[in-house]
């Protein structure tokens, strides 16, 4: 099967307006982002690019969702994760040799509905996953827990972000706290999708 040529149709497409309950999807090799977390991430394919300045053209967040198979350069929705992070875009610069670096922050996980076809990248209808409350005074037992293991763990770090140790102790959200600890930690990409879902 041929791949599409991402950029002619970017060239020729139409715009047209994504629906309200949709997402612009942009598709991550080996890159995982978690809710609450700040991340940088660089974009060069043509795909991805224009994901990523449609979002930011209608001012709208944008879906970080990991390729299943991150050597596919052109993926199309049986290549993804079911289930990704929405991101807001707090930075975007573009460097001298056309990669586009972006800060982000994850707001909340989502899962896919269904991809909708028409745009020059993925665009997805998504369902918002809410984090399960946790109030019992066992799951608070072991946020003390996690607290204490994740700040030890950090301080043994040797290029341990600045102020993570800090993140870690003021988040009073066993869910926040969790995956702040799980997308510092020296773990496979495919364990942090698992983690993420």
């Given at each position: 099967?041929?791949?599409?040529?991402?950029?002619?149709k970017a060239a020729t497409a139409p715009?047209?307006?994504?629906?309200?309950?949709?997402?612009?999807?942009?598709?991550?090799?080996?890159?995982?982002?978690?809710?609450?977390?700040?991340?940088?991430?660089?974009?060069?394919?043509?795909m991805s690019v224009n994901a990523a300045?449609?979002?930011?053209?209608?001012?709208?967040?944008?879906?970080?969702?990991?390729?299943?198979?991150?050597?596919?350069?052109?993926?199309?929705?049986?290549?993804?994760?079911?289930?990704?992070?929405?991101?807001?875009?707090?930075?975007?610069?573009?460097?001298?040799?056309?990669?586009?670096?972006?800060?982000?922050?994850?707001?909340?996980?989502?899962?896919?509905?269904?991809?909708?076809?028409?745009?020059?990248?993925?665009?997805?209808?998504?369902?918002?996953?809410?984090?399960?409350?946790?109030?019992?005074?066992?799951?608070?037992?072991?946020?003390?827990?996690?607290?204490?293991?994740?700040?030890?763990?950090?301080?043994?770090?040797?290029?341990?972000?600045?102020g993570l140790a800090e993140a870690i102790?003021?988040?009073?959200?066993?869910?926040?706290?969790?995956?702040?600890?799980?997308?510092?930690?020296?773990?496979?990409?495919?364990?942090?999708?698992?983690?993420?879902?």
């Open positions: 099967m041929e791949t599409p040529d991402v950029t002619a715009v047209r307006d994504i629906p309200a309950d949709a997402i612009v999807i942009v598709p991550m090799r080996d890159h995982v982002l978690f809710p609450e977390v700040v991340s940088p991430i660089a974009i060069r394919r043509p300045q449609a979002a930011m053209r209608e001012s709208k967040p944008f879906g970080v969702l990991m390729q299943r198979d991150s050597a596919v350069d052109e993926p199309v929705p049986g290549d993804m994760h079911g289930m990704g992070t929405i991101a807001n875009v707090l930075r975007y610069v573009m460097a001298p040799d056309e990669t586009h670096h972006l800060i982000v922050q994850g707001t909340k996980r989502f899962r896919i509905v269904e991809f909708l076809d028409g745009w020059p990248f993925l665009v997805a209808r998504i369902e918002e996953v809410e984090e399960p409350e946790t109030g019992t005074p066992e799951a608070e037992a072991r946020l003390l827990n996690l607290r204490q293991q994740a700040v030890e763990a950090v301080q043994l770090l040797p290029e341990a972000p600045r102790q003021g988040s009073g959200c066993a869910a926040t706290r969790a995956d702040t600890v799980a997308a510092y930690l020296d773990i496979g990409t495919a364990l942090k999708q698992d983690i993420l879902e």
